[in-house]
């Protein structure tokens, strides 16, 4: 007899959408206050989603900071709808997540708000600059960052502040390491193995 014949196959997961349905991922398996915090302020993957004129929601990437516990994002407000629609119509929300390349370590940030655009030339300057800093940090020298600068601070710009109403996170590996048998493949078929 053969090692491989010996060997005890694995079960076949068989889904169980039922029970899965009733796990609730910004209740149950919240991230920890220091995880959110460097998420929240020091990731770079961010998406904003709003309704354009038609009705339709437009959700894009975006750059963005915080600045006292607020999101902030830059736009350019000619030749783009994406300042003219919030105008009309406010409602916004934000995702901000990791890369999410490790089912492990997922982890995501929804603040579902309003939006306020500023031309304010102050604030405008503030924001750039911490983009700026965040994003192109290999920009070196104050000649080249003043350039840099100059190329997203101009006068078509607006930034946008997202005041929330409501904000909701989660970590999908709190939710993989808490597996109980039945949520989500049955009792026979051992998660924990699978995503090592």
Sequence with gaps: ???????????????????????NAGKDYPMEPEEFKKLFEHNCYCE???INKNGF??????????????????????HRHKVMDLEN??????CIHNDG?????????????????STDDPIMREIH????????????????RQVAFDAIH?????????????????????MINAYTPGVWFREAYDMSAKFI
């Design 129 to 144: 600059w911490a983009i700026l800093d965040k994003y192109w940090s290999e920009v070196k020298g104050e000649e080249q």
């Design 89 to 94: 119509n406010p409602k916004v929300s934000v």
């Design 154 to 174: 101009t006068p078509l710009r607006a930034v946008i502040r997202i005041v929330p109403d409501k904000t909701l996170n989660w970590d999908f590996g709190k």
């Design 101 to 117: 390349a490790n089912l492990r370590h997922q982890k995501a940030i929804l603040v579902i708000g309003h939006a306020e655009v």
């Design 48 to 50: 904003m989603a709003h």
């Design 1 to 23: 007899m053969t090692d491989s014949a010996t060997e005890q196959q694995a079960p076949t997961p068989v889904f169980d959408p039922v029970k899965l349905e009733t796990v």
């Design 57 to 78: 929601p437009i959700v894009t990437p975006m750059f963005y900071v915080v600045r006292n516990g607020e999101i902030w994002v830059s736009s350019i407000r000619k």
